[in-house]
């Protein structure tokens, strides 16, 4: 199952509490509840005033990962049998608490990473979870 397409199931499902990690900044790499008990990982790229970027890979896992980075990670393609990631996903911030997000690690924002916030800034673009 596409990990992106069970997220924002689990989203829409959810009526748990919906808590964002204390200080949650650009960089953070957190552990997501995805679809099926799976966990997946979810980047932080932008926090702004009730929103936040993210950017989701594809792997999953069965219990949240204490320690990893970017490298380790795939976003894949739509052509992925295995399901695919997301560059950049807008996610009010009570959307992204749904997801029970846990801080891993920290690490930077890269310029290429931003690609897709910038597209979305630009056409004034919405976010999920509204």
């Known amino acids: 199952m596409n990990i992106v397409r069970a ?5 829409y499902r959810s009526r748990a509490l919906r808590q964002l990690p204390p200080n949650l900044m650009a960089g ?17 790229l ?14 999953t896992f069965t219990s949240r990962p204490e320690r990893i980075t970017t490298t380790e990670l795939s976003l894949g393609t739509i052509h992925d ?15 992204f608490g ?6 891993i690690q920290h690490e ?7 690609d897709g916030y910038r597209i979305w800034a630009e056409s004034g673009g919405g976010v999920w979870g509204d």
């Open 28 to 44: 953070d790499l957190c552990s997501v509840l995805g679809g099926d008990g799976a966990f997946a990982v979810a980047k932080v």
């Open 46 to 59: 932008v926090v702004e005033p009730g929103k936040v970027h993210v950017r989701v890979y594809k792997n």
């Open 81 to 95: 049998p295995d399901g695919f990631g997301m560059g950049h996903l807008p996610l009010s911030a009570a959307g």
């Open 7 to 11: 997220l924002l199931g689990r989203w």
């Open 108 to 114: 930077p924002v890269t310029d290429d990473e931003l």
């Open 98 to 103: 749904a997801w029970s997000p846990k801080r």
